[in-house]
C-alpha cells in the first residue's frame, strides 16, 4: 500500500537524519519568539516540502526495483507538491527564485529517467547546455526583478540561495563524470545551506518567515551531510575522474 511505502521511506530517513526534527523544533521556537505571525504556513511549508522528499525517495526505491510506472506516479506527485509550495512563497513573500530553476530540474529528471529506463541519454542537456539556460534564466528573474509591480523580491541572501538551487540542478545533468558531479553538488548545497540560513535570519528580524527557507536549510543540509560522508570515496577514487 501506499501508506506503508511512504512510512517505510520516512522511517528509513529518520533513522540516519534524527538530528533533523530536533532542529526543526529549534527553528520553529526562534520563529515562535521573534513574533512572526506566520507561524502556521512556516510550520506547514517545509512538512510539505519533506513529504515531496519522502515521494522523491519512494520513486527511486520503485526505480531500483524496475517498477518505473509507479516511480513516475510518485514523481508526478511530488512535482506538484514542489511546485504548489513555490508558487505559494512566490506569492506571499515574493520568492519566485524558488520557481526559476524548475526546467533545468525537469530536463534532469528525464534525461536520468531515460537513462535508467530505456538506456538513452538526451546529449543535449548536460552541464554545459544547462549552464548556458541557468543564466539565461537567472538574467530574467533579475530583470523582472527591477519591476516593483511584479513581486519578486533578491536579497544577496536570496542570490546565494539561488546559486546553489541552480548549480544543483546543473550537477544532476552532469551524469557521464561521477567525481565532477559529486563536486557540483557540494557546492550546490553548500550555498543553498549558507543562502537559506542567511535568509531565515534576515526574516527572523523582519519577522516575515518564509517557511522554504526553513526547508532549503534543513533538507539540503541534509543531503550535504551525507554526500560528505563520500567525500574520501569520490575524491580518492581515480576511476570516477
Do not use: C
Not at 26 to 52: D, E, K, Q, R, Y
Not at 151 to 172: E, K, S
Amino acid at each position: 500500500m501506499l501508506t506503508d511505502k511512504f512510512f517505510a521511506e520516512v522511517s528509513h530517513f529518520s533513522k540516519a537524519n534524527w538530528w533533523v526534527y530536533i532542529a526543526y523544533i529549534l527553528l520553529l521556537a526562534a520563529v515562535f519568539f521573534s513574533g512572526a505571525p506566520n507561524l502556521t504556513s512556516v510550520a506547514v511549508i517545509p512538512s510539505l516540502h519533506f513529504v515531496a522528499d519522502i515521494f522523491i525517495m519512494m520513486m527511486l526505491t520503485a526505480y531500483l526495483r524496475g517498477d518505473y510506472r509507479e516511480g513516475a506516479y510518485y514523481q508526478i506527485i511530488s512535482m506538484l507538491i514542489f511546485l504548489s509550495v513555490k508558487i505559494y512563497t512566490g506569492l506571499i513573500h515574493g520568492g519566485w527564485h524558488y520557481l526559476a530553476a524548475d526546467p533545468i530540474y525537469i530536463l534532469a529528471a528525464v534525461k536520468n529517467y531515460r537513462r535508467d529506463v530505456s538506456g538513452k541519454d538526451l546529449k543535449y542537456v548536460n552541464n554545459r547546455t544547462m549552464t548556458a539556460l541557468s543564466v539565461v534564466l537567472i538574467a530574467t528573474i533579475v530583470i523582472l526583478a527591477r519591476d516593483p509591480q511584479l513581486g519578486i523580491v533578491l536579497t544577496p541572501a536570496r542570490y546565494v540561495q539561488m546559486g546553489g538551487i541552480f548549480l544543483f540542478a546543473i550537477a544532476l545533468t552532469t551524469t557521464e563524470h561521477e567525481r565532477q558531479r559529486y563536486e557540483l553538488s557540494m557546492v550546490a548545497l553548500t550555498a543553498m545551506v549558507v543562502g537559506s540560513g542567511w535568509e531565515l535570519l534576515d526574516s527572523l528580524e523582519s519577522r516575515l518567515v518564509a517557511g522554504l527557507a526553513l526547508s532549503y536549510f534543513l533538507l539540503p543540509l541534509t543531503v550535504l551531510v551525507f554526500y560528505s560522508k563520500k567525500w574520501s570515496y569520490y575524491m580518492g577514487s581515480q576511476k570516477l575522474i
